[in-house]
């Protein structure tokens, strides 16, 4: 094809392109004869828009969390010295000539109103600060790892605030303690989830295939986990823990504690689906054929609803985002200098500080879009996993 | 129509349908469940109506007391005229939620459905829901006569210890009582047409034959005028004065039970007759229609039997337009054009 | 009937015995043992231990004896006596404490359900009779938010629009002149004009799921062919609906408050702590952070043997309402 001259080169070049189109949904249709569950469930999901959307979302959070050093303009504990609780630094797109620019801030400054002695916050105009992408700061290690001396965006000058949403009473900028929380918030979940997800199969597999006195037992223990309320139970473990812990250990405790009632739901389901299958024949085959006991629970019927697991999971997901973030808040959870979104909204517990710096409140949308996006994608997940369900 | 214009030969009409379409306005497309109906029914006589599942029936005797959910459904056509002590009222000119079809159902027509197990709401008594009927048309009617009246019924539909029976919840009554049940609540009020829109297609032979025989019964007691829908040709044949075969939302053949029975016309309702076993005829000879009753949402354009008819004929039946109906002997109607 | 309650009450022994077997594992969790940690603590804040006072406490719950036998001492104790020990953040035997705030807790969250009920039964019809209603949308778009804005948040935000709104800092069920005062009917009046917006709040947090229940349920119940029946009967339709089906939809409803009164506990808690409500919320929060843990443990037991009570009222209304349970043809 290279010698070809360019107009056949272009002909060829399309043609083959309209072959592999149309090949490809061929393949696609066949694909979905012979599809696996997975694939099946992936195609199902596709079509639900608003479940795509949410599921994008989630991977930016996901992807900023994680890369916090990178897209976070400062340290979370950056103190910018005389900034204390600054409101968001406005960001300009017309200089003063009238112009259309890149985006821009004018440097803050503090000043005493004579007439209330409060502080204020004032732009001096004289000079602008360019907002630029990959601007060049002190070599860090992003992710302690890849040696890197660019943040994802930022002023030139690192001493002149960029507050994109104020900063706190220690004048620590609020967007970039956002975006590090979340490494604790965002993640709290998938670890109570891993917990819950192995706590609930096992016991609830038990449960299902041994049935009788074990049953009974896990049956009772789920029914008192289920009807107590979850906050006092959570306070009450987190007051147990030994003031000496670090983060690290605190956060693997939380994680536990919120996993302590999570699992029941689940542990349900496996046992109730465990039972109507257990009866069916290829567990039967399986265990005609000497398969051991275990053998059947987890190769033969664990994987026979694993999608129904993936979205009880999605959906037991923002439910312990919720938990450790009323813990944090409450002041029993993950503790300073680590930050979450609950020790965040700590700050604006006080309602004169509320009134007063009301940015403070900020990081309580990003648990709440956080919260709304598990639950879309919960939602089309659990349509896409059920193709044959009416609703 | 009028009551002068009686001839001794067409008894007096209470209920007739003339040309009437409903329609189902579905995101997929418009289904038209029944399509250019006429229907008469006269005092005192039973009009069966049959046809396979799919036809129309249920629609047709939905459309008559308006109670096609909307939306998608629709009447988008035609008349459904109530003859009602001297005045003429139709039907599908009223609101579907006004006064005035409230007083027609329960009160000058009363219906029995196909599904008597879940007829009945749950959580209230047998009694209350029949005595509703009653207090719901006869204002003056106190709760202790109506709950009388209601024991009555019981005891008329066949109800042992109608007394007790009567604080009964519907889970404790079996298929066939709840049927007599239901059928008690349709005559409360003395209606002058029942509907019984399948009445016995979910209970068993016994209860179904005992059942037909309490309509029988009731009718003629109570001089009301039945119709009775089913796809069972053994339930209408017992019962029919008159019978009207549909198919695909069209009525095919129009005529008296006998010469339904003895001289079938349209092919469709022909080979109904050859896939059910006769008493007077060979019991080898069942032969099923071929095909299937095509969904509504593609019917054929010309006659609507066309795609299984065993004497299609090409250039004919196919053409794009309705099939006229032919009365080929006095009150024997026909849409085919095999008598044209 | 009878029997159907009695066997629901001897259900719930084994329950309630769990509970208080993982109330009292709580008072045992931290690290050294409580003496000490009284000990400690008092003080930390000056006071210090009487000799006998330790005796008696070590005495009356064997606390230098193994683990099932200060169980059994605290069950005892408490079954026979009442009492679940001593707080030493309050200077008070623990029952004193619980029994100060208890009736507020239990006020505000009975009110809560009822809430939660008045707002969602209606808004749920609505939702189900008017389906895809701009009625129904908005019911829905707030139902979604409601599920995703916890309700500390919706505190947060309610009392910081309250307060830029009216000046009004909404803290407290009482103002501060009436908080020690006797009751009066301006008292009733001032706490009325406080207690509804954590109530509110509290029932937030139920509304959305039961909202999404009733109307999932009643579009099913709607459809179904007794509404036909009725209708075909010629009874009014605003009349048949609430007679057949929204009966029918909200019995199940009822068995959610098996789940919706540990929501609304757990949300009283933490909305009480945040808006500074006189409940038990904010003592069990203090005596978390103080390692108070005979107040912890006591305070565990009781509201969650109180909502598993909660739980079996309603089972037992549901019997009451529901003829196909009350006759138990039908198990759910």
Not at chain 1, 281 to 307: N, V
Not at chain 2, 286 to 308: E, K, M, N, Q, Y
Not at chain 3, 291 to 313: H, K
Request: glycine share 8%; aromatic share 8%; proline share 6%.
């Amino acid at each position: 094809m290279s010698t070809a001259s360019k107009p056949t080169f272009l002909t060829a070049l399309s043609e083959h392109y309209i072959r592999w189109k149309r090949e490809r949904s061929q393949r696609l249709q066949e694909r979905l004869y012979y599809a696996s569950q997975r694939e099946l469930v992936w195609h199902a999901f596709k079509k639900h828009r608003l479940a795509l959307v949410a599921l994008i979302i989630l991977t930016v959070l996901y992807t900023v969390s994680i890369g916090a050093d990178f897209f976070a303009p400062f340290s979370p504990l950056n103190r910018f010295q005389n900034f204390n609780d600054a409101p968001p630094t406005r960001i300009h797109l017309i200089t003063r000539e009238g112009k259309l620019s890149w985006p821009f801030v004018y440097q803050t400054v503090r000043v005493r109103n004579t007439e209330t002695f409060k502080y204020e916050y004032r732009e001096n105009t004289t000079h602008r600060h360019i907002i630029r992408l990959l601007v060049k700061t002190e070599p860090y290690k992003l992710l302690k790892v890849i040696p890197i001396q660019h943040k994802f965006f930022g002023l030139s000058d690192r001493h002149v605030p960029l507050l994109l949403f104020g900063s706190d009473r220690l004048g620590r900028d609020v967007f970039s303690r956002i975006l590090f929380a979340g490494r604790i918030s965002l993640f709290i979940g998938f670890g109570g989830v891993m917990v819950t997800f192995i706590l609930g199969s096992i016991l609830g597999g038990i449960s299902g295939y041994y049935g009788g006195l074990v049953d009974e037992i896990i049956q009772r223990i789920i029914e008192v986990l289920i009807s107590v309320p979850n906050i006092p139970i959570w306070i009450a473990l987190s007051a147990a823990l030994p003031r000496d812990w670090g983060t690290i250990k605190i956060y693997f405790a939380i994680t536990l504690i919120l996993a302590v009632r999570g699992w029941t739901g689940l542990a349900r389901v496996v046992r109730g689906r465990i039972i109507s299958l257990r009866e069916e024949e290829f567990a039967l085959a399986a265990k005609a054929a000497g398969a051991g006991d275990w053998r059947i629970i987890f190769t033969h019927l664990l994987p026979a609803f694993i999608s129904y697991l993936i979205v009880h999971i999605t959906l037991a997901i923002p439910g312990m985002i919720l938990g450790e973030t009323a813990l944090s808040f409450l002041g029993l959870g993950i503790k300073p200098p680590a930050v979450s979104w609950g020790t965040l909204l700590q700050d604006a517990q006080d309602i004169t500080v509320l009134a007063n710096y009301p940015w403070l409140l900020i990081p309580s949308l990003f648990v709440v879009l956080t919260i709304l996006m598990f639950n879309f994608v919960g939602d089309g997940l659990r349509d896409a996993a059920d193709p044959y369900a009416s609703r | 129509m009028s009551q002068d214009q009686l001839t001794p030969m067409a008894s007096e009409p209470i209920l007739e349908i003339r040309d009437l379409k409903t329609h189902f306005m579905l995101d997929t497309g418009t289904v038209r469940a029944v399509d250019g109906i006429d229907l008469t029914i006269s005092r005192g006589k039973t009009l069966g109506v049959i046809g396979e599942s799919g036809c129309g029936k249920s629609v047709t005797a939905h459309s008559i007391l308006r109670l096609i959910p909307s939306p998608p459904g629709q009447i988008v056509n035609g008349q459904i005229l109530l003859y009602r002590q001297g005045e003429v009222i139709d039907i599908t000119r009223l609101q579907p939620k006004e006064a005035t079809i409230r007083q027609i159902r329960g009160a000058d027509i009363g219906m029995i459905f196909q599904e008597p197990m879940t007829s009945f709401g749950p959580l209230h008594t047998i009694g209350n829901q029949i005595g509703e009927t009653i207090l719901t048309h006869q204002q003056a009617e106190s709760a202790q006569s109506a709950r009388e009246q209601v024991i009555e019924l019981l005891r008329q539909v066949g109800i042992p210890n109608p007394e007790q029976r009567v604080d009964a919840y519907p889970h404790e009554f079996s298929g066939g009582m709840r049927q007599r049940a239901m059928i008690a609540m349709a005559i409360s009020c003395s209606p002058m047409l029942l509907i019984a829109d399948e009445p016995t297609t979910s209970l068993d032979v016994t209860i179904e034959a005992q059942i037909l025989d309490l309509l029988v019964g009731l009718q003629e007691q109570t001089g009301m005028a039945i119709m009775l829908i089913s796809h069972n040709l053994a339930v209408v044949s017992e019962m029919a004065d008159d019978i009207a075969v549909m198919y695909l939302g069209k009525r095919v053949e129009l005529g008296s039970a006998d010469a339904i029975f003895d001289n079938p016309l349209h092919p469709y309702t022909q080979g109904l007759w050859r896939s059910i076993p006769r008493v007077d005829g060979p019991l080898d000879k069942l032969i099923p229609i071929p095909g299937a009753v095509p969904s509504p949402r593609d019917r054929p354009t010309g006659c609507v039997f066309a795609s299984r008819c065993n004497r299609f004929i090409e250039g004919t039946c196919d053409e794009p337009r309705p099939v006229p109906t032919f009365e080929v002997e006095p009150d024997h109607f026909v849409a085919c054009y095999l008598y044209d | 009937m009878t029997a159907l309650i009695i066997r629901r009450i001897i259900l719930i022994i084994p329950l309630l015995f769990i509970i208080s077997i993982i109330s009292f594992i709580i008072i045992l969790l931290p690290p050294g043992s409580y003496v000490e940690t009284y000990v400690e603590n008092l003080e930390r804040t000056g006071f210090l231990m009487d000799e006998s006072q330790i005796k008696a406490i070590y005495k009356q719950y064997g606390l230098d004896r193994p683990a099932v036998v200060q169980y059994i001492l605290w069950m005892s104790n408490f079954l026979l006596k009442g009492e679940m020990g001593r707080s030493f953040i309050y200077q008070k035997p623990v029952t004193e404490v619980i029994m100060e705030r208890l009736p507020m807790s239990m006020a505000v969250t009975l009110i809560s359900l009822a809430v939660t009920w008045l707002l969602a039964v209606p808004i749920g019809i609505y939702s189900a009779l008017r389906q895809y209603s701009i009625g129904d949308y908005v019911a829905t778009i707030i139902g979604f938010v409601g599920l995703a804005l916890p309700n500390f948040l919706l505190a947060l935000a309610l009392t910081y629009l309250v307060f830029a709104k009216t000046g009004h800092a909404v803290t407290g069920l009482f103002s501060i002149e009436y908080k020690d005062a006797p009751w009066t009917v301006d008292k009733l009046f001032d706490l009325l004009g406080n207690i509804w917006l954590p109530i509110l709040v509290i029932a937030s947090a139920g509304t959305a799921s039961l909202i999404r229940i009733l109307r999932a349920t009643l579009l099913d119940e709607k459809n179904k062919q007794y509404v036909t029946t009725a209708r075909a009967k010629g009874l009014p339709e605003h009349k048949l609906i609430l007679k057949y089906p929204v009966r029918v939809a909200i019995n199940p409803l009822i068995s959610t408050i098996g789940w919706t009164l540990p929501l609304i506990v757990s949300g009283e808690i933490i909305v009480s702590q945040t808006l500074g409500l006189e409940t038990l919320g904010p003592v069990l929060l203090s005596a978390a952070m103080g390692e108070d843990m005979f107040l912890v443990g006591s305070i565990v037991m009781i509201l969650s043997s109180l909502t598993v009570i909660g739980t079996l009222i309603s089972d037992i209304l549901l019997a009451w309402i529901d003829p196909r349970i009350r006759f138990d043809k039908v198990s759910i």
